[in-house]
Each structure stands twice: as structure tokens, then as C-alpha cells.
């Protein structure tokens, strides 16, 4: 299971293998690669790279998880799985490169879709601790939207209509930090007979 870092560290990790691994000569200068808000549309924050901004987070249909056990003995509370979706936009001045750009990353993730958890560990600034467990880790599938729902995606930035495609990152489960307790076994029944107490020894 995850701490609460996971959904950053999810999009800090795709990020960063699309940084590492892009094909420079593509590139007419320096490419810039950025976490997007909504509002980074409108400013034109990258001329050439890529983008990627989550949009949209919702609880997958596997919630009802059981508690977790700890290597202790200790119980916690259910995790929460989360299904991340994210748009990624490559950024380009011509729009043949900002189509071979598209066409690289949807091969790159299709090739990488798992990300284990010593990538996404390794992907945020804060690492006091790790963020998954080392034998977790997150898949990553292209999941388009209905084109109703792209749409509205760029209802307020029409002006800055890029192409652009929507992931998932699907199961990521967000671990708890409170603690369940553990009732003891069942020892005795009491029965009542009348006005009389019996006391039964549970098998």
C-alpha cells in the first residue's frame, strides 16, 4: 500500500521517464516537461516538450478492501483505491513534430506501462520515506474518453487546443495511518436460565 505522496509520485514518475527517455533531436531548443494545473493552458508555459496534468480522480470500483495487516500484527483501516487520469500533450512550433512527438510517447507508455515501485519511489522530492512498498506497483493504460467528455475537457481553452491523449493509472491504493483494534477471542458464554446465571466454557 501507498501513503497519501502516491498520486504525486505517480505523476512525477511518468513525467520524468518521458524526460529521460524522449528523443532530443525532435526538439528545435530545449524541451521543458511540466506538471500542468488547468490554467497553464491559457499561459502557454511550454513551447516545446510535454505536459501532463491530472484531470480527474475517482475511487475504483474495488473499494471494498480488506483491513491491512502489519509485519506486527497491528491492523489498519481498508486503503482507498484510486484511479488517476491524466492528459498528456506534447508541446511543438510545428505540428508535423508535435504529431511524431504524440506518437513516440503513446509507444514509450505502451512499452513502460508498469511503473514498479523503485521508479515511483525515486520520483519526488520528498523521499524521508517510501511512498509504495517494494513489491507494489501501478499500471498505466491509455483509456480515452467519450468525445463528449474530451470535449469539455477543452471547453475554456479553445484558443490553445492541443492534441493531445488521457491515461489511467488504475489501483492505487492510498494506505490508512489509523490503527484497528483487534477484539480478543470469545472465552466464556453466559446463558441465562430463569433467574440463573450459566457459565459456559467456549470450546
Not at 484531470?55 to 480488506?66: F, G, S
Not at 512527438?101 to 511503473?115: C, K, Q
Request: charged share 25%.
Amino acid at each position: 500500500m501507498a501513503s497519501y505522496l502516491a498520486i504525486a509520485a505517480v505523476a512525477r514518475t511518468v513525467l520524468r521517464l518521458l524526460e529521460q527517455q524522449c528523443p532530443r533531436e525532435e526538439f528545435s531548443g530545449t524541451p521543458g516537461f511540466a506538471l500542468y494545473q488547468s490554467h497553464d493552458f491559457g499561459n502557454a508555459a511550454i513551447t516545446e516538450g510535454f505536459s501532463l496534468m491530472l484531470y480527474r480522480v475517482t475511487v475504483n470500483n474495488a473499494r471494498n478492501q480488506p483491513p491491512r495487516r502489519l509485519p506486527d500484527g497491528t491492523r489498519r483501516r481498508p486503503p482507498l483505491p484510486l484511479d488517476l487520469h491524466f492528459l498528456l500533450t506534447p508541446w511543438a512550433a510545428e505540428a508535423e513534430r508535435q504529431l511524431r512527438l504524440l506518437g513516440w510517447a503513446m509507444r514509450f507508455l505502451e512499452d513502460n506501462s508498469l511503473l514498479a515501485a523503485n521508479e515511483l519511489n525515486h520520483s519526488l522530492s520528498r523521499r524521508d520515506r517510501a511512498v509504495f512498498e517494494p513489491e507494489e506497483m501501478v499500471e498505466l493504460s491509455c483509456d480515452p474518453p467519450g468525445i463528449a467528455d474530451y470535449l469539455g475537457l477543452w471547453d475554456k481553452y479553445k484558443a490553445r487546443w492541443q492534441t493531445s491523449v488521457t491515461y489511467v493509472a488504475r489501483l492505487v491504493r492510498l494506505d490508512s495511518e489509523v490503527a484497528m483494534r483487534d477484539e480478543g477471542l470469545v472465552q466464556v458464554r453466559k446463558l441465562h436460565v430463569g433467574d440463573e446465571q450459566v457459565v459456559e466454557v467456549a470450546p
